[in-house]
């Protein structure tokens, strides 16, 4: 079956748009596979340790579950439909693991696999390009069991579940991406302990960053071994735009040590050579940089990619701490889930602010100059080709009596995104596609059900789609190749 490539999928434009895109943008959005799939326990699939996270009292909100989700598993045709009828020209999607390659060892399980050959076939006959995530935190429970991602050996355990997949798949995906915020699946998950696997050690949560960096290290060597040479290989990260709350010294200190734990010590060692020196000293403390980095492992993790995907949802305003109780509360309300724990380590006093007062149904701060900031400033530093792997809003959507949904606080957000996405390409930065989040409302990790991200409204007792206002909008912007 032929490969479509999503950098250089066309599109037809029905109208001059008043901002226009470059010929090939890639429209599109995105999902993750436990937040929509359902169908946890069928055709071989084991738990992940969002599985088990979510049947542990306490740690979901309402005790929410993925088990049925959106029912993806069952129903993907029908979203393929939907999508094609909106005009996406590419869609974002990850594989989950555990359906894959159960216990994280051994051979792959094909109705695991068929699955994903189904549906990447539908997509591909509805003109769809699609985009395969090998990593978006649903990392199988047996393999986190013997130690999870602090463990070396779960880097290794990652490249093989990622030749197994792309040996199976490679002839239909154009565009592999290794991780997927591997922040969160560090910090979230081993520090602050808000996401799975709910572990609260400091020393984890960087032994754990330095394995991700490693299996996605390892992966793209194992890609580049099974894929034609055509595929193309990507990271997403969500690397944060932080800026001092003012021009003090103290404040410019507090962003350095965030800006190094959130997005350096991803960017060193994939795009610059190494860990950068002022990281491992503000965290020497915790960690034996010496004893957990072995040599050649910086050299594996900088393997070359052929694109690199950025999360963007809102900057980081940073200052340093003030000693009061006030001050240090705020230190942990940093949009990441409520925990005495932090997902900050060697810079757990720095404290957090919101960028403004305009923020969505997540407390989220509304702030659009960051995303075209954050691709500029990528372009420059790293020289690829950039994709908008993430961007939208959760909105306290209401289905009107009509039983449509109308969000024009969505479509507003979007919007003021999109014309930064623009900003950034008329600056310079190469940026191929853009992929909204999400296509449907879903299971919003530590949040359940009770918080909407999607273009199209999920009725979670029937599981009927309606999309709303902002679906039929992107579906106009895509016609149109622009904002009007």
């Given at each position: 079956?032929?490969?479509?490539?999503?950098?250089?999928?066309?599109?037809?434009?029905?109208?001059?748009?008043?901002?226009?895109?470059?010929?090939?943008?890639?429209?599109?959005?995105?999902?993750?596979?436990?937040?929509?799939?359902?169908?946890?326990?069928?055709?071989?699939?084991?738990?992940?340790?969002?599985?088990?996270?979510?049947?542990?009292?306490?740690?979901?909100?309402?005790?929410?579950?993925?088990?049925?989700?959106?029912?993806?598993?069952?129903?993907?045709?029908?979203?393929?439909?939907?999508?094609?009828?909106?005009?996406?020209?590419?869609?974002?999607?990850?594989?989950?693991?555990?359906?894959?390659?159960?216990?994280?060892?051994?051979?792959?399980?094909?109705?695991?696999?068929?699955?994903?050959?189904?549906?990447?076939?539908?997509?591909?006959?509805?003109?769809?390009?699609?985009?395969?995530?090998?990593?978006?935190?649903?990392?199988?429970?047996?393999?986190?069991?013997?130690?999870?991602?602090?463990?070396?050996?779960?880097?290794?355990?990652?490249?093989?579940?990622?030749?197994?997949?792309?040996?199976?798949?490679?002839?239909?995906?154009?565009?592999?991406?290794?991780?997927?915020?591997?922040?969160?699946?560090?910090?979230?998950?081993?520090?602050?302990?808000?996401?799975?696997?709910?572990?609260?050690?400091?020393?984890?949560?960087?032994?754990?960053?330095?394995?991700?960096?490693?299996?996605?290290?390892?992966?793209?060597?194992?890609?580049?071994?099974?894929?034609?040479?055509?595929?193309?290989?990507?990271?997403?990260?969500?690397?944060?735009?932080?800026?001092?709350?003012?021009?003090?010294?103290?404040?410019?200190?507090?962003?350095?040590?965030?800006?190094?734990?959130?997005?350096?010590?991803?960017?060193?060692?994939?795009?610059?050579?190494?860990?950068?020196?002022?990281?491992?000293?503000?965290?020497?403390?915790?960690?034996?940089?010496?004893?957990?980095?072995?040599?050649?492992?910086?050299?594996?993790?900088?393997?070359?990619?052929?694109?690199?995907?950025?999360?963007?949802?809102?900057?980081?305003?940073?200052?340093?701490?003030?000693?009061?109780?006030?001050?240090?509360?705020?230190?942990?309300?940093?949009?990441?889930?409520?925990?005495?724990?932090?997902?900050?380590?060697?810079?757990?006093?720095?404290?957090?602010?919101?960028?403004?007062?305009?923020?969505?149904?997540?407390?989220?701060?509304?702030?659009?100059?960051?995303?075209?900031?954050?691709?500029?400033?990528?372009?420059?530093?790293?020289?690829?080709?950039?994709?908008?792997?993430?961007?939208?809003?959760?909105?306290?959507?209401?289905?009107?009596?009509?039983?449509?949904?109308?969000?024009?606080?969505?479509?507003?957000?979007?919007?003021?995104?999109?014309?930064?996405?623009?900003?950034?390409?008329?600056?310079?930065?190469d940026v191929r596609g853009y992929?909204?989040w999400s296509f449907l409302d879903?299971?919003?990790?530590?949040?359940?059900?009770?918080?909407?991200?999607?273009?199209?409204?999920?009725?979670?007792?029937?599981?009927?789609?309606?999309?709303?206002?902002?679906?039929?909008?992107?579906?106009?912007?895509?016609?149109?190749?622009?904002?009007?």
């Amino acid at each position: 079956m032929t490969m479509t490539d999503p950098t250089t999928a066309a599109h037809t434009s029905v109208a001059a748009p008043r901002v226009a895109f470059p010929p090939g943008f890639s429209w599109g959005a995105a999902t993750a596979a436990y937040q929509i799939e359902g169908a946890a326990a069928e055709d071989g699939r084991t738990p992940s340790i969002w599985d088990t996270f979510a049947r542990t009292p306490g740690k979901v909100l309402n005790g929410d579950t993925g088990d049925v989700a959106v029912d993806h598993y069952h129903r993907f045709r029908e979203d393929v439909r939907l999508m094609a009828d909106l005009g996406l020209t590419s869609y974002r999607f990850s594989l989950s693991w555990p359906r894959i390659q159960p216990t994280g060892r051994g051979p792959a399980v094909e109705r695991g696999l068929d699955f994903y050959r189904a549906l990447v076939d539908t997509l591909l006959e509805h003109g769809i390009s699609p985009v395969a995530t090998l990593y978006h935190w649903d990392l199988p429970q047996d393999l986190e069991e013997a130690g999870g991602w602090p463990v070396r050996e779960t880097a290794y355990r990652f490249a093989e579940y990622a030749s197994l997949a792309a040996s199976a798949l490679g002839d239909r995906i154009p565009v592999w991406t290794t991780l997927n915020e591997p922040w969160c699946s560090a910090f979230l998950g081993y520090g602050s302990g808000v996401h799975a696997p709910g572990r609260t050690d400091p020393a984890d949560a960087l032994k754990a960053a330095h394995h991700l960096n490693l299996g996605h290290g390892l992966a793209v060597g194992a890609l580049r071994e099974v894929l034609p040479a055509s595929a193309k290989i990507a990271v997403s990260l969500n690397l944060h735009l932080v800026r001092p709350l003012t021009d003090t010294a103290e404040d410019r200190e507090a962003a350095r040590r965030i800006e190094a734990v959130g997005n350096r010590i991803w960017t060193g060692p994939m795009f610059k050579g190494g860990y950068d020196e002022d990281l491992k000293a503000d965290t020497a403390h915790i960690v034996d940089w010496d004893e957990l980095v072995r040599p050649g492992d910086e050299a594996e993790i900088g393997r070359p990619i052929d694109l690199l995907g950025l999360n963007y949802y809102n900057p980081t305003v940073v200052s340093a701490p003030n000693g009061d109780a006030e001050t240090a509360e705020a230190a942990r309300n940093d949009g990441h889930g409520d925990s005495e724990f932090s997902c900050w380590p060697g810079s757990e006093d720095v404290v957090f602010h919101l960028a403004n007062d305009d923020v969505t149904a997540m407390g989220w701060p509304i702030d659009a100059t960051g995303l075209s900031d954050s691709l500029v400033g990528m372009h420059n530093d790293f020289g690829l080709p950039l994709l908008v792997t993430e961007n939208g809003a959760a909105f306290e959507d209401v289905v009107g009596p009509d039983g449509e949904v109308d969000d024009p606080e969505r479509v507003r957000y979007v919007e003021l995104h999109l014309q930064a996405v623009a900003d950034a390409i008329e600056a310079g930065a190469d940026v191929r596609g853009y992929y909204l989040w999400s296509f449907l409302d879903n299971f919003e990790w530590a949040y359940g059900y009770s918080k909407r991200f999607g273009i199209v409204h999920v009725d979670y007792e029937t599981q009927q789609r309606t999309p709303k206002t902002s679906a039929r909008w992107y579906a106009e912007v895509i016609r149109r190749g622009g904002l009007a």
